[in-house]
T-cell receptor, first 112, second 113 residues
Framework: AQSVTQPDIHITVSEGASLELRCNYS??????LFWYVQSPGQGLQLLLK??????LVQGIKGFEAEFKRSQSSFNLRKPSVHWSDAAEYFC??????????FGTGTQLKVEL | DVKVTQSSRYLVKRTGEKVLLECVQD?????MFWYRQDPGLGLRLIYF???????EKGDIPEGYSVSREKKERFSLILESASTNQTSMYLC????????????FGEGSWLTVV
């Protein structure tokens, strides 16, 4: 079955520190991959997406993600976290047809 | 920017009541989705629609139905609400092409008491 796994439920980082959120997928072929962010009480906003080509993808708000086929991973990174980055982050994938399968989310807390 | 509007942000309903959640998109997109979001479970697909009057079950359709009479509007219906349907409901939309960005509404918080 197709699935997306986010191993970390909660992560706490200090403001200014680097961040990496993990995401692993299980699909028959390379899926389309996405990272979304959700602020409290809000809908989901797309940070970045990977379809093909360059395996390092740049997104909004200074985020990037790297696709690693050998590890079935699509980890999200940011070199220096800001307090406003505190939110819940979701990794998602689709094999086509636009039905997204989501991970269970990672709650990011930023310490000042 | 794509706008996805969920008309009801916060609702409180009694067990057994009928609940209608409505979603409208302004980009003439073919595809529309209803997800349910619960802590620790992420987002789970309830129903989706590829075109007017077309619908398909997602991963958790039990207890829900949908209606799509017009392209821009996708409604989620709980015929008889139960307490285990207390949740955040998110509507989403995208074009018919695979892999395109999926846009979400701000969500509807439903509490069933």
């Amino acid at each position: 079955a197709q699935s997306v796994t986010q191993p970390d439920i909660h992560i706490t980082v200090s403001e200014g520190a680097s961040l990496e959120l993990r995401c692993n997928y299980s699909y028959g072929a390379t899926p389309y991959l996405f990272w979304y962010v959700q602020s409290p009480g809000q809908g989901l906003q797309l940070l970045l997406k990977y379809f093909s080509g360059d395996t390092l993808v740049q997104g909004i708000k200074g985020f990037e993600a790297e696709f690693k086929r050998s590890q079935s991973s699509f980890n999200l990174r940011k070199p220096s976290v800001h307090w406003s980055d505190a939110a819940e982050y979701f990794c998602a994938a689709t094999g086509g047809g636009n039905k997204l399968t989501f991970g269970t989310g990672t709650q990011l807390k930023v310490e000042l | 920017d794509v706008k996805v509007t969920q008309s009801s942000r916060y609702l409180v309903k009694r067990t057994g009541e009928k609940v209608l959640l409505e979603c409208v998109q302004d980009m003439d997109h073919e595809n529309m989705f209803w997800y349910r979001q619960d802590p620790g479970l992420g987002l789970r697909l309830i129903y989706f629609s590829y075109d007017v009057k077309m619908k398909e079950k997602g991963d958790i359709p039990e207890g829900y139905s949908v209606s799509r009479e017009k392209k821009e509007r996708f409604s989620l219906i709980l015929e008889s609400a139960s307490t285990n349907q207390t949740s955040m409901y998110l509507c989403a939309t995208t074009t018919g092409s695979s892999g395109n960005t999926i846009y979400f509404g701000e969500g509807s918080w439903l509490t069933v008491v």
